[in-house]
């Protein structure tokens, strides 16, 4: 961890906190707009200091924390929970969102037609075959 008055970049630090596995990810979504800094939008290279507010998204989920400490290094994830605190309200959002999804239907239970199962395939095949009745058509006589 560096001086409280010493800043870090903010992919850097994103990285560091773990909330994005690399840095180039976490500059990727930087730059399509979807991480603020201090309700501004920032770039990748925006230097990040104690008390800073930072706004971000991690696949459907918004996030808001507050940073608590500056650091550059990828550590385990207790240190990395110490670089930062998550606002009240954040939190409160992520777990009403997490109800939701909880509540919510099974996705697979919509599907009404899908992949044939062994017995649809054995009727399909019964349907093409000929009867016993009818005779196949002749050829060449």
């Known amino acids: ?9 903010l992919d850097k630090w994103l990285w560091a906190a773990r909330f994005f596995k690399t840095r180039s990810l976490a500059a990727e979504e930087i730059g399509k707009g979807r991480v ?31 940073v608590r400490a500056v650091g550059s290094v990828r550590g385990p994830a207790a240190a990395a929970q110490a670089l930062y605190e998550e606002t009240a309200d954040s939190r409160a959002q992520r777990e ?7 509540l919510a239907a099974e996705p697979a239970l919509s599907i009404e037609q899908g992949r044939p199962t062994k017995r649809d395939r054995r009727q399909l095949a019964e349907w093409d075959r000929w009867s016993a009745s009818a005779e196949p058509p002749r050829r060449g006589r």
């Not at 961890?1 to 970049?9: F, I, K, L, Q, T």
């Not at 507010?53 to 808001?64: D, E, F, K, S, Y």
């Not at 009403?96 to 909880?102: F, G, I, K, P, V």
């Open 1 to 9: 961890m560096n001086d409280d008055n010493a800043g870090v970049r």
């Open 36 to 66: 603020q800094v201090n309700g501004q939008q920032a770039k990748a290279s925006r230097e990040l200091r104690a008390g800073d507010t930072v706004a971000l998204r991690q696949g459907a989920v918004p996030r808001t924390v507050v």
């Open 96 to 102: 009403r969102l997490a109800e939701q999804r909880r």
